[in-house]
């Protein structure tokens, strides 16, 4: 799942903590090892291709984030260096899947980059902790280092996309590295805790003791699968999805990563003032429940969008909010006309203001 699952029916608080998880086993998918140092590599994607970036050794061993991309088909000429580019970056339990989003990107001349972010997807590697994570700033060691990357490429100013807390974690980067890209489009970020300012502060309360004793255990939260069942070609959805890197039920939520996430939102509560613009797209209402509903499959079943609309307006002086009728949390997962219809109110945006 791309953010954290909640319902009305279960708050967002710890019950008891479960042990650290076990290393990851399964059928039906792999874990990847590191490209060659350097190199790109044919990605698990059809015509898309991957880079290992190499980072920090943490108390889990190796950290590696991964840059995806199109395979490139000018090898011979070199890139084209005007071309704007774009950094995309994935949310909670989750990776990089939309190869249409990407060649939509590209089509519009754009050169289009995805992140896997370190212990997620692509860069998920045996007994790592999936999504772990003390704080979202350790991210600008992959995000700067992918931004390097591309620069060599594309020195033009980059636009950053982020979905869920991918797009939480961007506007912080953004806010620490102001000048350092030229527009935000956040689908469906998550930028406060269900239900209010109030409800983060009373799960803080809570959770700060686990936390600070046992930051990997695991927070008791329901188990649900709508999420899921919206977008997987296995349910109701479009999108054939890896069995390790976007498990039916989601990654275990540790309490130390919720903990890094409601700082964030603090952060954002308080305003970060970001001078770039922002463009924020949502659906249009949400549907929470502890059993799967057919309406489901037309709204956002992890956050409250209306929440999400009110906090967005923090971000800075220029934020665009966009509302999109019968999309999913992930907007641009939605059914093909409504993520078309998104797409082309977005590239009006960008072209307008970015």
Do not use: C
């Amino acid at each position: 799942m791309s953010s954290l699952p909640a319902t009305r029916d279960a708050p967002e608080t710890p019950d008891e903590p479960r042990p650290a998880q076990e290393p990851l086993t399964g059928p039906g998918g792999e874990l990847l090892a590191d490209s060659p140092p350097g190199e790109w590599v044919p990605d698990v994607l059809d015509g898309f291709e991957r880079l290992t970036i190499p980072l920090e050794v943490d108390e889990e061993g190796p950290n590696a984030a991964t840059l995806v991309r199109p395979a490139r088909r000018d090898r011979d000429t070199g890139p084209d260096r005007h071309r704007i580019p774009l950094l995309y970056v994935h949310g909670w339990s989750d990776y990089f899947y939309n190869a249409p989003l990407a060649r939509m990107f590209e089509e519009r001349g754009y050169a289009f980059h995805a992140l896997d972010l370190r212990k997620y997807g692509r860069s998920l590697r045996p007994g790592q902790t999936p999504g772990w994570a003390e704080s979202l700033q350790v991210y600008d060691d992959e995000i700067g280092s992918a931004l390097r990357l591309i620069a060599a490429d594309y020195p033009e100013l980059p636009v950053l996309m982020g979905h869920s807390t991918g797009g939480l974690t961007l506007s912080l980067w953004a806010d620490r590295h102001p000048g350092r890209s030229r527009a935000l489009v956040l689908n469906s970020p998550w930028l406060e805790m269900q239900g209010s300012s109030l409800v983060r502060l009373m799960a803080q309360a809570v959770l700060d003791p686990v936390a600070r004793l046992q930051p990997k255990s695991f927070l008791k939260l329901p188990r649900v699968d709508h999420y899921w069942r919206s977008i997987s070609d296995e349910a109701h959805g479009d999108w054939t999805l890896h069995p390790l890197w976007r498990p039916r039920h989601s990654f275990e939520v540790p309490s130390g990563w919720l903990q890094a996430v409601m700082a964030g939102h603090a952060r954002v509560a308080a305003g970060l003032g970001l001078t770039e613009p922002v463009y924020v797209m949502l659906s249009d209402r949400t549907v929470f429940g502890t059993k799967w509903a057919e309406d489901m499959t037309a709204a956002d079943v992890v956050l409250d969008v209306e929440v999400l609309a009110q906090r967005a307006t923090r971000l800075g002086r220029h934020v665009t909010v966009v509302r999109h009728p019968g999309a999913l949390h992930d907007v641009m997962a939605s059914a093909e006309p409504i993520r078309r219809n998104a797409a082309g109110e977005m590239f009006a945006w960008l072209a307008a203001y970015a």
